[in-house]
């Protein structure tokens, strides 16, 4: 997999402007970045440009029309979806992007736990509201394909999203 490169601050994808890189997974990176028009902030996850076949555009429209159907608080929101061109170390190139709510303070799920040095019914709570939320996605058909303790997002409140 090749990445056009880091995504430099103030580099834009659509209408948002990217701040910095907040994360990365399997296959996205995620950054923050800022709505020009409304002052928005979102967490930016872009998807490399050879990951993107006609056949993974489909998907990638797919998923993010299933995701938009979701009303859980345990459930980033997304806000927006999109295919563009961006500049790169090496030229242009094409990303798939998808904009969702933004956790301000937000930590993933262990290293909250680790950071707030939570004992079991702590840990348990978080986990509960991790259940609730996938039960969300479930009865709406919805599954998550890499589903981990890195990609359950806690606030600074203590609440999953």
């Known amino acids: ?10 580099t834009h994808v659509s209408s948002y402007r990217v701040v910095g890189p907040i994360g990365s997974g399997r296959l996205f990176v995620v950054y923050e970045a800022v709505k020009d028009e409304a002052p928005r ?10 990951l993107i076949t006609d056949a993974a555009r489909e998907r990638f429209a797919f998923a993010a029309d299933a995701l938009r159907a979701l009303d859980h608080p345990g459930i980033a929101r997304i806000h927006d979806v999109g295919l563009d061109a961006v500049e790169g170390r090496d030229g242009p190139a094409e990303i798939a992007w998808l904009a969702t709510e933004y956790v301000d303070g937000g930590l993933p799920l262990l290293e909250y736990a680790r950071e707030k040095r939570l004992g079991s019914r702590g840990r ?3 986990l509960l509201q991790a259940c609730d939320a996938v039960e969300h996605a479930h009865r709406r058909g919805v599954l998550h394909g890499h589903l981990g303790p890195q990609r359950l997002i806690v606030d600074a409140s203590g609440r999953l999203v």
Do not use: F, G, K
Request: aromatic share 4%.
């Open 1 to 10: 997999m090749s990445w056009p490169s880091p995504l430099a601050p103030d």
């Open 41 to 50: 902030r979102v967490a930016l996850e872009t998807l490399p440009a050879d």
């Open 124 to 126: 348990l709570r978080l």
